[in-house]
């Protein structure tokens, strides 16, 4: 196929609009003091313990949400989709926000908790996990809703022939059929959670070894070491893209 001058420039410009900046972010990393730059690695742990456990979470919760959406028609449904999708484009701040709305120690429930066993959620290792579910779960849905749509139909009409439920179909059909794109959903989650930045240092604040993340410490080490936070964000850049690359076939199909 033969693309034109003006679409070729326009695609040449974009990539390297993007690319550039990611270049130009490698090349400042000092790769000499980079043992020196990783010695603490408590951010890192913490992002990966909590990232994990808000992955499986959002995915407990959001793939039997994105399995009833992706199977009704309703009224609701139409309504629940937009607000269930809103955190993904939602303001890091305003995310933030609503979850102390929620889970502060005044919010709707968090005071609840507070007055019933003493226990404040904000600024705890709770508070990242939650917002790290807040902010991955709506990825978990679009992209399982998406592959629910895509089902064979003819699979769920024979299964409903011979009288299986619908619980019945979504474990022993749906589930299985899935397997690649909950895989997907997973890692785009985890990778969004491991990332989260705004939502979790106003939720949860950034104190190190109880809440200071790796993105927080990258931020943090901008006014400290900013040799250290070149290397951590290139490090954090090698995993954005490798997760991209492991799933670039799985997207393709994903959004076909």
Known sequence: MRFGVILIALAIIATLFIVAPLVSLV?????????????????????????TLATLFALMLGVPLAWILAKSNGRIAGILRPLIL?????????????????????????????????????FTSTAVVIAGVFVSTPFVVL???????QLPREIEDAAIIDRA??????EKIALPQSRNSIFTAGLLAWARAIGEFGATLMFAGSFPGTTQTWPMFIYQQLDVEIETAYTNAVLMLVLAIFVVYLLRNQLRETFR
Not at 143 to 149: M, Y
């Open 27 to 51: 090349m400042q990393v000092p790769w000499s003091n980079l043992p020196a730059s990783l010695e603490n690695l408590e951010p890192i742990k913490l992002s990966i313990w909590t990232s």
């Open 86 to 122: 809103s955190p993904i484009v939602l303001p890091p701040t305003v995310a933030g926000l609503a979850l102390l709305s929620l889970w502060g120690r005044n919010g709707d429930l968090g005071h609840v908790v507070y007055e019933t066993s003493g226990w404040s959620i904000p």
């Open 143 to 149: 992209i399982c809703e998406s592959n629910f749509r």
């Open 165 to 170: 439920t619908n619980k019945q179909i979504f």
